[in-house]
């Protein structure tokens, strides 16, 4: 048992590893230049479209949204056209600010997970199908795959946390209706915890087991989806597709 979650926790880091070695296995500076090209452009298009998932998810959920902050650099002047909720700046690349979930959590989960779809159905196949393939095509799929892919690993602070968060809190508040249900929840675990442990309001261990179980629900989470890109994977590449193995 062990020895599988040692697998499963090096996984997404030996898909990359695996891809990097396709990609350098004749070395050129075209190569090299795609794969940065090609991450930029990834990074670039996926932000707003990871944002505009988290207002998407809401609102098939059955919630409203009235405000999307996004970055000017990522295209928030040209994304408000289209979509009138886009305010242009915010403090992050972009932040979903004015949304109302109805008061359901299923609604609140769905808001957050809705954009790392693009990790389980392009992310994960693109980075996985780096190996093997040859270099200059490696280069430009790995680099595509990997903001994707990586995606809710850079979440663990923020959109994971949250999810991790939520169902933590809610079964707490059932067992106990005396906690608070909103306790625990954030998008950003270091600013709640510099709010929670570090502004002089009174020590509570049950705060540290919440935030604590939290954060690792939400890195347990990072991983199930990151799997359920390998499944789908497999399917759309084929059983020969196995990088990492």
Request: net charge negative; with cysteine.
């Amino acid at each position: 048992m062990i020895k599988g979650i040692k697998t499963i926790l090096a996984l997404p880091f030996e898909d990359f590893f695996s891809g990097l070695e396709s990609c350098l296995s004749r070395f050129s500076p075209l190569y090299i230049a795609a794969l940065i090209i090609s991450f930029l452009v990834s990074w670039w298009v996926y932000v707003p479209l990871h944002e505009l998932g988290h207002a998407l998810g809401c609102i098939l959920g059955g919630g409203t949204v009235s405000e999307l902050e996004i970055s000017p650099m990522y295209g928030a002047a040209f994304l408000k056209e289209i979509f009138p909720f886009v305010s242009v700046g915010s403090e992050y690349a972009g932040q979903l600010t004015g949304f109302d979930t109805k008061g359901s959590d299923l609604i609140y989960l769905l808001t957050d997970f809705f954009p790392y779809l693009l990790t389980i159905f392009v992310g994960v196949p693109l980075l996985r199908s780096a190996a093997g393939s040859k270099p200059f095509w490696a280069s430009v799929k790995l680099g595509l795959g990997l903001p994707i892919a990586f995606a809710p690993f850079i979440s663990f602070s923020g959109d994971y946390y949250e999810m991790g968060s939520i169902i933590i809190s809610k079964i707490a508040n059932l067992i106990s209706p005396a906690i608070e249900i909103t306790r625990w929840r954030s998008d950003d675990v270091f600013k709640l915890a510099g709010e929670i442990f570090f502004s002089g309001s009174p020590f509570s261990y049950l705060n540290v087991v919440g935030v604590a179980l939290s954060f690792l629900l939400g890195i347990v989470l990072i991983y199930a989806t990151y799997m359920l890109g390998v499944l789908w994977s497999g399917l759309i590449l084929g059983s020969g597709n196995k990088p990492s193995e």
